[in-house]
């Protein structure tokens, strides 16, 4: 009897702790976000990252002399795409070489990894042998020279004596000389066909080169030497930021007013910690390249990219930025 009493009491008591410990939680998940999404919104997990945190920092104006809107909230900054790319070969093969590694430095244009190419070079010394080759055209001049000759003999002496020498013969003679005329101009054509052939293979011996499409540093290499490749394979990373995306979100009435083009300053926002920071109170130069053409959120904000150019590489990817935007 003792035993059901006790047992009764710690159920009675379990079941007034758990509706305590659970009181908090039901409030918790009652509670809204700052701004509130209308059902399907689509944005992106960066955008609802922004959007759902750090809503009462308020930056300060980092020009207070220059006439124009500071956006409020912080901005975020970002790689342009056309300065990025993963570098691949336009043919499958075998590494010959990788020249640079991770942290090099890389001009357009430069060379940077090469897969080995012995069969297509003999190929290309062939067809430009063949294309420098005049010996058909030589010989089907001469032939044509005597083919004519015989031809206009022919018909001189028949001239001098009329039926000397048979119709058919003389026609015969005149079908040889145009024969041999036509030898020549098919003499230029193969010549013309083995020009384009050459020049061809040396297209084709570009593809096995891969080459810098734009100034920027190696942050990853994917392939080394002696590594077989498939078309397409990434074999080197590169990245450029001197010019990058700074991205901020304005009010709805506030985006009806920026166009592409709009000048905009830039400035890194630091902690406490970093305020000597090198650089740290240099403000950049942008233009606005971009107005969404949509709104997040029951207050409607827009997001806006700007264009910066990233003087002493101060900004990096990922960075918190102020930024305004001038009138």
Known sequence: MQRKLYLGLALMLSLAIGSLTGFPTVHSQERQPAIELPPNSEITSLEKEYLFSNQDDEIADIAPNSPGYMIAKRCWVENLTQNRAILAFERPGVIDY??????????????????????????????????????????????????????????????????????????????DSERSELQIEQADHKKTVAELTAAESAVQLETYDLEAPFTGTVIKVYKS??????????????????????????????????????????KLLLDNSEEKFPGSDKTLEGKIQFVDMKTVGVRGYVQVYADVFNEDRLLLPGSAVAMKVLE
């Open 225 to 266: 030497q002696g590594e077989a490749v498939g078309q397409g394979d990434p074999v080197i990373e590169i990245l450029n930021i001197d010019t990058v995306r700074v991205n901020g979100w304005i009010t709805r009435d506030r985006a009806q007013k920026i166009r592409r083009g709009n000048k905009v300053l830039v």
């Open 98 to 175: 990788i020249e640079p590694r991770e942290g090099d430095e890389i001009e357009a244009g430069t060379i940077v990894g090469h897969l080995k190419d012995d069969l297509a070079q003999a190929q290309h010394a062939i067809n430009v042998m063949e294309a420098t080759n005049t010996v058909d055209k030589r010989y089907a001049e001469k032939a044509f020279l005597v083919a004519r000759e015989k031809h206009k003999s022919a018909v001189g002496v028949n001239e001098r004596i009329k039926g000397t020498i048979p119709d058919t013969e003389i026609r015969e003679l005149k079908l």
